[in-house]
Structure formats: structure tokens, C-alpha cells
């Protein structure tokens, strides 16, 4: 599979199928946390990066061939970049609601809401979690590093005509990263602007996983606490995934850890979280796996971090790396 990657346990949103419509890195923005990479494409131009008719015929393969569709919460789509540059996003999920009664999420950066036909095709979806880090464009800049088509004015009225428009479920997640968009400033601006906008939920992250840049640090939870306290509305801090009875890591695990691993570095407890295994196979396999030269790690911020041998050489900025 090109396009489809899990299911992975999310921690929003329980056990999703991952939906890649732009496998190579091709995003607006260019954030300094970005666990995907560098970008291959830096762009504002909606097109069909990759052939919707693939990216369709993987979805029907697996809600036909595989039982596990039956076990899946939801279908989430994605990119390794921003998925609403592509322009089959709303063909795609109407064929997945003309084909299940699973609920779709589609995860954003935002940046195109103020386009008319993005929030048309994204109303078919049952819940948009969109990006706003900043609500200051000093810092919006500083955090997200936008391409020069992007225009700071166009992401807040897009995000709140889109909120007017849109029925199902709106989770507006702001990314804190340590000095760069936490200010007293910052704050204020945000919790002036994010009654505006009226999202179901505002959910607090920060850096977790290995960023672009190495001066991209994590807010600690009690400045996450502190700052959930200031903002109005519904806010929580993105905690981890439930604990549950997990399964033991084989062989036939190998492939799914590659395609996560593909799309972003992980921890082996991200890997027990998002294919629900549990630590000790989990991590002899990761050793198994570095062993044969599939996977490498790496060390940041004192944790290790697996990717796979191929994009460590292209998607990662160079840290402590090690085979
Ligand atoms: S974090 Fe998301 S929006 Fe930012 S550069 Fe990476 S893919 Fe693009």
C-alpha cells in the first residue's frame, strides 16, 4: 500500500486508518517542529500530487479484503505535508462516505480554509482538526516559516468562516513550542482570537518527536497547564493513549512498523501505541530490525527515535544518529 498506512492507535481518535495523499513531503508551510522532514515540494498550489484513482482504489481494496476495516474508528486523512493541497481531498472522502459508515477526520494546517471549494470538500468530513500555533504573525512566522503565498490574515478569517459553515466536529489543535509562541503576547492574542473561530475543542500540544529544527523545544506540562488555564473554551492537553491489553510483536508487524516509520520517527512506545503491542516484543523486534539494516535510531533529547535506513539519509536533519 502507497497511500494507506495502520491502523495505527490514535490518540484523539482511537484506532484510525491513515490516508497519505502526498507521499512526498509537499507543504506550505515549513514549521520548525515538523516531524515529517524537509520539504521536496514548499508550495501553495492545489493539484493532484498524487492519482486519486490509486489513492481509491487502495481504500476500496482494503474495506473489501480486509476484516480489519470492520475494527477500525475512523479513517484519517493526512499527508506527509498539508493533504488540502491535493485536489482530490473531496473526492476522496466522499467515496469513503459513499462506501462506510465510518466517521472521517482530515488533519490541516489551515492554511487553505479561506479558499472556498477546501471548505466545501472538507464539510464532508465528520471532524477537521486544523492547526493555529499562533494567533501573532510574528510568531506564526517564527513557528510555522509559511511560504511567501501564505498570508497570515487569509488563515484566521479562513478558520473562522470555515467554523460558521462546517456541522460536524472542529478540534483546533495550537502546537506550544518552548519560547517561540508562548509569550504572555502570544497568549493574549490567542485568547482573544479563539472565540472567533468557536472550535469544539482546542487541544494543546507540543514538540514531541525528533522536529526539523534542533532548537524546536517541548513546553514542560505544567506550562501547558498553565497556559490551557488562560484560554477560553473547551481546552485540553493531548495526553497519552489509554493502556490495554496489547499484543505481541511478530514478523508480521514489520512491514506496518516500516510505514509508520517511513512517515515519521518514533519511540517504541509510539510504535506500542499506535499498533497496540506491547513493549518488550516490540522493542526485540525494533533490535531485529536494526539489526538487518531495515530501521535505524537515533538519540534526541535523550530518547531514541527509529526510522527507516532510507529516510534517515533524506527526511531528518542530522542529530545523533547511529545505525
Ligand atoms: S508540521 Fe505539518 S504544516 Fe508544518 S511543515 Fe510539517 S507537514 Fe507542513
Redesign the pocket.
Known amino acids: 500500500m502507497k497511500y494507506l498506512f495502520g491502523p495505527v492507535n490514535s490518540r484523539r481518535l482511537g484506532l484510525s486508518l491513515g490516508i497519505d495523499l502526498i507521499p512526498d513531503?509537499t507543504?506550505?508551510?515549513?514549521?520548525i517542529?515538523?516531524?515529517?522532514g524537509p520539504?521536496v515540494h514548499f508550495t501553495c498550489e492545489r493539484k493532484e500530487y498524487s492519482p486519486t484513482d490509486d489513492i481509491i482504489s487502495e481504500i476500496d481494496f482494503f474495506l473489501e479484503n480486509e476484516n480489519k476495516s470492520k475494527s477500525i474508528d475512523v479513517f484519517t486523512i493526512t499527508?506527509?505535508?498539508?493533504p488540502t493541497l491535493h485536489s482530490g481531498l473531496g473526492q476522496v472522502i466522499s467515496h469513503i462516505k459513499d462506501k462506510s459508515s465510518l466517521p472521517v477526520a482530515v488533519l490541516t494546517?489551515g492554511s487553505l480554509l479561506f479558499q472556498k471549494d477546501v471548505r466545501l470538500e472538507l464539510q464532508q468530513a465528520d471532524i477537521v482538526i486544523p492547526?493555529l500555533d499562533a494567533a501573532l504573525e510574528k510568531s506564526f512566522r517564527r513557528i510555522?516559516r509559511p511560504a511567501p503565498c501564505v498570508k497570515f490574515s487569509d488563515i484566521i478569517d479562513g478558520l473562522c468562516l470555515f467554523s460558521q459553515e462546517f456541522s460536524g466536529r472542529l478540534w483546533l489543535e495550537i502546537l506550544i513550542a518552548k519560547n517561540i509562541n508562548d509569550s504572555d503576547e502570544d497568549i493574549q492574542t490567542l485568547k482573544k482570537i479563539l472565540p472567533r473561530i468557536n472550535a469544539n475543542r482546542i487541544q494543546l500540544n507540543t514538540v514531541a518527536r525528533p522536529p526539523?529544527e534542533s532548537f524546536a523545544a517541548p513546553a514542560t506540562a505544567d506550562e501547558l497547564q498553565a497556559i490551557a488555564q488562560r484560554l477560553p473554551g473547551k481546552v485540553e492537553i493531548i495526553a497519552d493513549f489509554s493502556k490495554r491489553q496489547r499484543g505481541v510483536a511478530g514478523s508480521a508487524e514489520r512491514t506496518k512498523i516500516i510505514e509508520i516509520l517511513q512517515r515519521r520517527p518514533c519511540t517504541t512506545s509510539d510504535i506500542c501505541e499506535a499498533l497496540d503491542l506491547d513493549g518488550e516484543s516490540t522493542a526485540q523486534l525494533l533490535e531485529d530490525m536494526q539489526e538487518t539494516g531495515e530501521i535505524v535510531h537515533m538519540v534526541h533529547q535523550g530518547k531514541k527515535y527509529y526510522q527507516t535506513a532510507h529516510t534517515s539519509q533524506t527526511a531528518i536533519p542530522p542529530l545523533q544518529s547511529a545505525k
Request: with cysteine; proline share 0%.
Open positions: 513531503k507543504c506550505n508551510f515549513n514549521c517542529y515538523c516531524e515529517v520539504n499527508a506527509s505535508g498539508e494546517n492547526s510555522n526539523l
